[in-house]
Protein backbone atom coordinates (compact mmCIF):
# COMPACT_ATOMS: atom_id res chain seq x y z
CA UNK A 1 0.00 0.00 0.00
CA UNK A 2 0.87 3.46 -0.33
CA UNK A 3 1.97 5.61 2.57
CA UNK A 4 2.11 9.30 2.55
CA UNK A 5 2.68 10.65 5.98
CA UNK A 6 2.67 14.41 7.16
CA UNK A 7 4.29 15.69 10.37
CA UNK A 8 1.71 16.55 11.97
CA UNK A 9 -2.35 16.34 12.19
CA UNK A 10 -2.65 19.14 14.43
CA UNK A 11 -0.74 22.58 14.20
CA UNK A 12 -0.99 26.53 15.94
CA UNK A 13 1.08 28.69 14.98
CA UNK A 14 1.15 32.78 15.19
CA UNK A 15 0.85 35.44 12.96
CA UNK A 16 4.24 35.89 11.14
CA UNK A 17 5.66 32.65 12.19
CA UNK A 18 7.82 30.61 9.67
CA UNK A 19 5.75 27.33 9.27
CA UNK A 20 7.13 24.03 7.79
CA UNK A 21 4.86 21.23 7.00
CA UNK A 22 6.33 18.48 6.03
CA UNK A 23 5.53 15.13 3.73
CA UNK A 24 7.33 11.46 3.39
CA UNK A 25 5.90 9.09 0.67
CA UNK A 26 7.72 5.24 0.76
CA UNK A 27 6.65 4.27 -2.83
CA UNK A 28 9.30 6.01 -4.94
CA UNK A 29 6.62 8.45 -6.48
CA UNK A 30 7.98 10.47 -8.59
CA UNK A 31 5.49 13.23 -8.28
CA UNK A 32 4.22 15.02 -5.09
CA UNK A 33 1.69 17.72 -4.59
CA UNK A 34 0.49 20.11 -1.50
CA UNK A 35 -3.16 21.21 -1.39
CA UNK A 36 -5.47 22.79 1.00
CA UNK A 37 -9.00 22.16 1.42
CA UNK A 38 -11.66 24.79 2.71
CA UNK A 39 -15.06 24.61 3.58
CA UNK A 40 -16.88 25.65 -0.06
CA UNK A 41 -13.58 25.88 -1.58
CA UNK A 42 -12.74 22.68 -2.16
CA UNK A 43 -9.48 21.24 -2.68
CA UNK A 44 -6.67 23.60 -4.14
CA UNK A 45 -3.54 22.89 -5.84
CA UNK A 46 -0.66 24.98 -4.23
CA UNK A 47 2.48 23.91 -5.58
CA UNK A 48 3.47 20.34 -7.42
CA UNK A 49 7.01 18.47 -7.75
CA UNK A 50 7.83 16.12 -10.48
CA UNK A 51 11.44 15.26 -9.41
CA UNK A 52 13.83 16.41 -7.06
CA UNK A 53 15.02 19.66 -6.68
CA UNK A 54 12.15 21.04 -9.15
CA UNK A 55 9.23 22.60 -8.46
CA UNK A 56 5.82 24.08 -10.12
CA UNK A 57 3.32 26.73 -8.69
CA UNK A 58 -0.13 25.40 -8.46
CA UNK A 59 -3.21 27.73 -8.61
CA UNK A 60 -2.60 29.75 -5.02
CA UNK A 61 1.08 29.67 -4.26
CA UNK A 62 1.34 33.49 -3.02
CA UNK A 63 2.42 33.00 0.88
CA UNK A 64 4.15 29.61 0.57
CA UNK A 65 6.92 28.10 -1.00
CA UNK A 66 8.15 24.22 -1.30
CA UNK A 67 11.69 22.17 -0.80
CA UNK A 68 12.16 18.94 -2.67
CA UNK A 69 15.86 17.99 -2.01
CA UNK A 70 14.98 13.82 -1.56
CA UNK A 71 12.69 12.42 -3.98
CA UNK A 72 10.65 11.15 -0.74
CA UNK A 73 10.26 14.09 1.22
CA UNK A 74 8.57 17.25 0.28
CA UNK A 75 8.32 20.46 2.39
CA UNK A 76 5.54 23.21 2.39
CA UNK A 77 6.46 26.54 3.52
CA UNK A 78 4.52 29.22 5.21
CA UNK A 79 7.53 32.07 4.63
CA UNK A 80 4.73 34.46 7.57
CA UNK A 81 2.01 32.67 8.51
CA UNK A 82 -1.06 34.57 8.17
CA UNK A 83 -4.81 34.39 9.68
CA UNK A 84 -5.75 33.33 6.39
CA UNK A 85 -4.40 30.24 5.91
CA UNK A 86 -5.71 28.66 8.30
CA UNK A 87 -6.83 25.46 6.61
CA UNK A 88 -6.44 21.62 6.16
CA UNK A 89 -3.10 20.81 4.39
CA UNK A 90 -2.74 17.89 2.60
CA UNK A 91 0.30 16.34 0.59
CA UNK A 92 -0.45 14.06 -1.91
CA UNK A 93 1.55 11.34 -4.03
CA UNK A 94 1.54 9.65 -7.64
CA UNK A 95 3.71 7.52 -9.55
CA UNK A 96 3.25 8.58 -13.44
CA UNK A 97 6.67 10.68 -14.41
CA UNK A 98 5.70 13.63 -15.26
CA UNK A 99 1.34 13.40 -14.83
CA UNK A 100 -1.12 14.05 -11.89
CA UNK A 101 -2.68 10.81 -11.92
CA UNK A 102 -3.98 8.47 -9.60
CA UNK A 103 -2.76 10.85 -6.56
CA UNK A 104 -2.38 9.06 -3.08
CA UNK A 105 -2.86 11.47 -0.21
CA UNK A 106 -1.16 11.49 3.52
CA UNK A 107 -3.92 11.72 6.31
CA UNK A 108 -3.64 15.91 6.26
CA UNK A 109 -2.62 18.54 8.87
CA UNK A 110 -5.42 21.28 9.71
CA UNK A 111 -3.35 24.53 10.79
CA UNK A 112 -4.64 27.23 12.73
CA UNK A 113 -3.15 30.31 12.66
CA UNK A 114 -3.86 32.86 15.72
CA UNK B 1 -10.43 28.30 -16.12
CA UNK B 2 -10.74 24.38 -15.65
CA UNK B 3 -14.03 23.89 -14.20
CA UNK B 4 -15.68 20.36 -12.56
CA UNK B 5 -18.74 20.88 -11.30
CA UNK B 6 -21.16 18.27 -8.67
CA UNK B 7 -23.71 18.81 -7.03
CA UNK B 8 -23.01 19.67 -3.49
CA UNK B 9 -25.97 17.73 -1.97
CA UNK B 10 -26.60 15.55 0.63
CA UNK B 11 -27.67 13.03 -1.73
CA UNK B 12 -29.98 10.50 0.21
CA UNK B 13 -30.89 7.05 -0.20
CA UNK B 14 -31.83 3.86 1.89
CA UNK B 15 -30.05 1.03 2.96
CA UNK B 16 -29.61 -1.01 -0.27
CA UNK B 17 -30.30 1.36 -2.86
CA UNK B 18 -28.34 2.60 -6.26
CA UNK B 19 -26.65 6.08 -5.09
CA UNK B 20 -25.72 7.98 -8.30
CA UNK B 21 -23.22 10.54 -8.25
CA UNK B 22 -22.86 12.73 -10.83
CA UNK B 23 -20.16 15.16 -12.79
CA UNK B 24 -19.56 17.61 -15.63
CA UNK B 25 -16.41 19.08 -16.54
CA UNK B 26 -15.85 21.79 -18.80
CA UNK B 27 -11.75 20.75 -20.55
CA UNK B 28 -12.89 18.63 -23.57
CA UNK B 29 -9.18 17.83 -23.36
CA UNK B 30 -9.62 15.83 -19.90
CA UNK B 31 -8.44 12.52 -20.61
CA UNK B 32 -8.15 10.67 -17.21
CA UNK B 33 -11.06 11.31 -14.36
CA UNK B 34 -11.14 9.78 -10.72
CA UNK B 35 -13.61 9.40 -8.22
CA UNK B 36 -12.04 9.64 -4.51
CA UNK B 37 -14.31 9.27 -1.20
CA UNK B 38 -13.67 11.49 1.87
CA UNK B 39 -15.28 10.80 5.23
CA UNK B 40 -15.35 14.12 7.67
CA UNK B 41 -12.21 14.48 8.78
CA UNK B 42 -10.08 12.39 6.88
CA UNK B 43 -8.56 12.96 3.36
CA UNK B 44 -9.72 11.78 0.40
CA UNK B 45 -9.07 7.91 -1.22
CA UNK B 46 -8.76 7.50 -4.57
CA UNK B 47 -11.53 4.38 -5.17
CA UNK B 48 -12.08 4.72 -9.13
CA UNK B 49 -10.29 5.61 -12.21
CA UNK B 50 -11.64 5.62 -15.92
CA UNK B 51 -10.16 6.84 -19.06
CA UNK B 52 -12.18 5.24 -21.72
CA UNK B 53 -15.92 6.12 -22.69
CA UNK B 54 -18.17 3.51 -20.97
CA UNK B 55 -18.84 1.74 -18.14
CA UNK B 56 -15.97 0.23 -15.55
CA UNK B 57 -16.92 -1.89 -12.69
CA UNK B 58 -15.28 -2.67 -9.42
CA UNK B 59 -17.42 -4.54 -6.93
CA UNK B 60 -20.32 -2.60 -5.96
CA UNK B 61 -19.03 0.48 -7.68
CA UNK B 62 -19.44 1.30 -11.22
CA UNK B 63 -17.78 4.32 -13.27
CA UNK B 64 -19.56 5.56 -16.25
CA UNK B 65 -17.69 8.21 -18.85
CA UNK B 66 -19.45 9.98 -21.78
CA UNK B 67 -16.40 12.52 -23.09
CA UNK B 68 -18.97 13.89 -25.85
CA UNK B 69 -21.27 14.97 -23.55
CA UNK B 70 -18.64 15.89 -20.79
CA UNK B 71 -20.06 14.12 -17.86
CA UNK B 72 -18.59 11.20 -15.51
CA UNK B 73 -20.78 9.56 -12.78
CA UNK B 74 -20.60 7.35 -9.80
CA UNK B 75 -22.75 4.19 -9.15
CA UNK B 76 -22.62 2.49 -5.56
CA UNK B 77 -24.61 -0.37 -5.77
CA UNK B 78 -26.52 -2.09 -2.69
CA UNK B 79 -25.68 1.30 -0.48
CA UNK B 80 -24.00 0.99 2.80
CA UNK B 81 -24.26 3.16 5.97
CA UNK B 82 -20.61 2.99 5.39
CA UNK B 83 -20.40 4.78 2.27
CA UNK B 84 -22.16 7.80 3.63
CA UNK B 85 -19.23 10.32 2.72
CA UNK B 86 -18.05 13.37 0.56
CA UNK B 87 -17.30 12.07 -3.07
CA UNK B 88 -15.00 14.06 -4.80
CA UNK B 89 -14.47 13.71 -8.67
CA UNK B 90 -11.18 14.47 -10.70
CA UNK B 91 -10.18 15.46 -13.87
CA UNK B 92 -6.92 16.03 -15.59
CA UNK B 93 -5.87 18.78 -17.22
CA UNK B 94 -2.57 19.49 -18.86
CA UNK B 95 -0.43 18.58 -15.92
CA UNK B 96 -2.34 18.63 -12.74
CA UNK B 97 -5.77 17.53 -11.10
CA UNK B 98 -8.73 19.71 -11.10
CA UNK B 99 -11.36 18.63 -8.03
CA UNK B 100 -14.87 19.15 -8.23
CA UNK B 101 -15.97 20.26 -4.67
CA UNK B 102 -17.90 17.19 -4.04
CA UNK B 103 -21.17 15.61 -3.33
CA UNK B 104 -22.13 14.22 0.09
CA UNK B 105 -23.78 11.07 0.16
CA UNK B 106 -25.89 10.07 3.49
CA UNK B 107 -26.87 6.57 3.50
CA UNK B 108 -29.73 5.85 6.39
CA UNK B 109 -30.10 2.55 7.56
Known amino acids: DVKVTQSSRYLVKRTGEKVFLECVQD?????MFWYRQDPGLGLRLIYF???????EKGDIPEGYSVSREKKERFSLILESASTNQTSMYLCASSPTPGSSYEQYFGPGTRLTVT | QKEVEQNSGPLSVPEGAIASLNCTYS??????FFWYRQYSGKSPELIMFIYSNGDKEDGRFTAQLNKASQYVSLLIRDSQPSDSATYLCAVTGDSTLTFGKGTMLLVSP
Open chain 1, 27 to 31: MDHEN
Open chain 2, 27 to 32: DRGSQS
Open chain 1, 49 to 55: SYDVKMK
